[in-house]
C-alpha cells in the first residue's frame, strides 16, 4: 500500500522559513515525478513546485518562484520543500503528490496518482 506522509508544517512570521518533508513508501520512489501543492480555505488545489524522478529539472508556480526549493532524496524515499521568506499568502495545507509520468502541466491535481494527508503551514503577518 502507498503512503505519504508530510511533516515539517507549522506557524511562522512572515519573512521566516519551513522545510517540508514527504516521504513515501509502497512504491518505486525514483521512478515518480514528485510535487508540491497547496490548498487553502475556500480555494482550489494549486501546485507549487514539480521534480522530475532525477531531480534534474524542477519547476514552479510563480507565486514562490526565487523563494521556494524542491528537492529529493531518492536513497531516502523523501520528497522536500524549502521555503524562505514566506508570505501570509502562503498559508494554506500543503501536500505532497506522485505521478509515475512527467506532464507539461504539472500543476494538474488529476495527473497524480497518490497523495499524501497534508501539513499545515501558516504565516502570520
Known amino acids: 500500500r502507498v503512503q505519504m506522509v508530510e511533516s515539517g508544517g507549522g506557524l511562522v512570521q512572515a519573512g521566516g522559513s519551513l522545510r517540508l518533508s514527504c516521504t513515501a513508501s509502497?512504491?518505486?520512489?525514483?521512478?515518480?515525478?514528485m510535487a508540491w501543492f497547496r490548498q487553502a480555505p475556500g480555494k482550489e488545489r494549486e501546485g507549487v513546485s514539480c521534480?522530475?524522478?532525477?531531480?534534474?529539472?524542477?519547476y514552479y508556480a510563480d507565486s514562490v518562484k526565487g523563494r521556494f526549493t524542491i528537492s529529493r532524496d531518492n536513497t531516502a524515499n523523501t520528497l522536500y520543500l524549502q521555503m524562505n521568506s514566506l508570505k501570509p499568502e502562503d498559508t494554506a495545507m500543503y501536500y505532497c503528490?506522485?505521478?509515475?509520468?512527467?506532464?507539461?502541466?504539472?500543476?494538474?491535481?488529476?495527473?497524480?496518482?497518490?497523495w499524501g494527508q497534508g501539513t499545515q503551514v501558516t504565516v502570520s503577518s
Open positions: 503528490a506522485a505521478s509515475p509520468f512527467f506532464r507539461p502541466r504539472w500543476s494538474d491535481v488529476s495527473g497524480y496518482n497518490y
Open positions: 509502497g512504491l518505486t520512489f525514483a521512478d515518480y515525478a
Open positions: 521534480i522530475v524522478w532525477s531531480g534534474s529539472s524542477t
